[in-house]
Each structure stands twice: as C-alpha cells, then as structure tokens.
C-alpha cells in the first residue's frame, strides 16, 4: 500500500467513528515496519474529521527539489570557496534558491558543515611556518634513523588547574521541552581557586608533577632548582645504570625555558634540549593533549 492507500483506509475508518488507536493497530498488524506511526494516523485521523477530502499531499510553495542541479551545486560551491564564513541566508540571496535547497546542496551535495574557527595565539609569518616545517622534519627523520628513541623524550610545561572545572560547551548541553526554562552555567570567576603545577612526563608516564606554591612566580632560578634538579634526580632514579644518558628534554619557549642558565644547567647533566617552533603549542604535547585531558577528567570533581 502507498500513502495514498494508507490514507484512503484512515479516511474511511475515521468515517465509521473508530478510533486512532484502533486504526494504528489495524495497520500495524497489517502492514508491520511498513505502518505508518501512530502520530500520523491522529493527524490523518483529525483532518478527516476536519472534513479533508484529498487524501495526496497538497502542493507546496517554494522551488522544486530540482532545483539541486548540478549548475546550482556549482554556483554554491563557488560562493562558498570564495568566502568560507558565508551563512545559508546570504548564499540564499546571492543565489535566488529557497533555503531548504540551499541547506541540501550544502550538507547533501557538497558534504559541508560548519565549523568554528579554532582560536590560535598568533599568526604566523613566512619564515616562521618555514622555521617550523624545518624543526619538525629534523627531529622526525632523527626518529626515523633511530639516533634518538621516543622512550627518550621528556616533556613538560605548567599550567593553572582550576579546584572547580565547569566542564565544556558540550557536556553543559541539557534536552529541554518546548516552554522550559533552559539550564544556566555560571561564568566562573577570575578570582576562583585555582593551583599552578610543572608536569613532566615520558613514555611511561609522569616523571615529576611539582606543585606552585601560591604568589610564587616562576623565573630561570626557580625553574632550574624546583623542577630541572628534582626531575634530573628521578631520571637518574628510574634510570640507574645510564642516568640522564641520552635523555632528550622537550619543552616550550617561555622566557624560564630558554634562559641561558636553564641550558648551561642541562647541558652539564648530558641533556639534549629539543628545538621547538616558535608560537607552536600544537606542537607540544602538554598543550595539545595532556593538559586537556588532565581538565576533561577532573570535571565535576
């Protein structure tokens, strides 16, 4: 039975007083999966006895489904490379297509979505994305060849940690019926408590995790004796036979990292220091994936 059909019996059940649920029952043992839902046949049911006649779907304004020929794709396709942030209303315009067929070249058609732009500290220049294409390929092919082993590398940074994470956008996200009020998340404070730590890890898991006393601000000295020295003595602890042997430290360029003295005090414990691109957090592990996922977890805790 088309829908045409289905329709026909509703009309005419309705017309013998018989109830919605009925009908979908009747239709459900008749048909099974192929059934329409129990909302249709009330809707169906109470046209009817609105006094519908036509049991075919009436016309509907707006440009046909046609409408997605492949000029029209090509044309959206061509606004959108020229200009990435335009919405579904402006390419509407630009176009003359309804917004339904615009909306289905783009998601259907072109496999487009949306996407917020991804916040980056800076911009980098030629010679600075030529920097760091260079300092990536060197260490990768140092990999490649075996002179340096990933089991090796340490690597480390500080980051505040808040006492109370509010969790992100999507894990704030709440069904809500038609009418309720939404839930609200309160704008943490600038103020809230919060606690600095120095994290080193390896391969085989954190090497020294050094807790930032309050109002203690990290400078060369403070890094060199709070966190290089401690961590330099668990290296030589878990490694007695080799030591800081062929170690690798990895860190970022703020000022603490790449002081002279932060360099002459690695080098003399055999300590190679990894070149890392400038304004390239992406490219640091604690930045990119430990830190994150050390917040993602504490959520709600």
């Not at 304004?61 to 029209?72: C, K, L, M, Y």
């Not at 917004?99 to 996407?115: A, E, F, N, P, Y």
């Not at 009418?179 to 606690?195: D, I, L, N």
Request: glycine residues 4%; proline residues 6%.
């Amino acid at each position: 039975m088309n829908r045409e059909h289905i329709r026909a019996y509703i009309k005419v059940r309705t017309a013998l007083n018989m109830q919605p649920k009925s009908i979908h029952d009747d239709l459900c043992l008749a048909l099974g999966d192929k059934a329409p839902s129990y909302n249709t046949v009330v809707r169906w049911s109470k046209l009817c006895r609105e006094g519908r006649e036509e049991v075919e779907d009436e016309p509907r304004p707006g440009r046909p489904v046609s409408e997605t020929a492949s000029d029209n794709i090509e044309e959206v396709r061509h606004l959108i490379d020229n200009d990435p942030y335009l919405t579904i209303d402006e390419i509407q315009v630009e176009t003359g297509l309804s917004h339904g067929t615009t909306q289905r070249i783009v998601s259907d058609h072109l496999k487009l979505k949306k996407i917020t732009a991804r916040w980056i500290p800076n911009q980098l220049t030629d010679s600075q994305r030529a920097e760091r294409v260079r300092i990536c390929q060197e260490n990768l092919a140092k990999f490649q060849q075996g002179t340096w082993r990933l089991c090796d590398v340490v690597t480390g940074d500080e980051s505040w940690f808040y006492h109370k994470q509010l969790g992100r956008k999507s894990s704030n996200a709440a069904w809500t019926a038609s009418g309720e009020t939404p839930p609200t998340v309160v704008r943490r404070s600038h103020f809230a408590p919060k606690t600095l730590f120095c994290i080193f890890f390896k391969t085989t898991g954190p090497v020294l995790i050094h807790h930032v006393e309050r109002g203690q601000t990290i400078d060369h000295d403070y890094y060199i004796n709070n966190c290089l020295q401690p961590l330099v003595n668990e290296i030589k602890k878990q490694r007695p036979s080799s030591g800081t042997h062929a170690i690798k430290i990895h860190h970022d360029n703020a000022r603490p990292h790449v002081h002279k003295d932060v360099s002459t005090y690695l080098e003399s414990q055999g300590i190679t220091k990894m070149l890392q691109p400038p304004y390239s957090p992406d490219l640091a592990p604690c930045d990119f994936w430990l830190f994150d996922l050390i917040k993602q977890n504490l959520t709600d805790q």
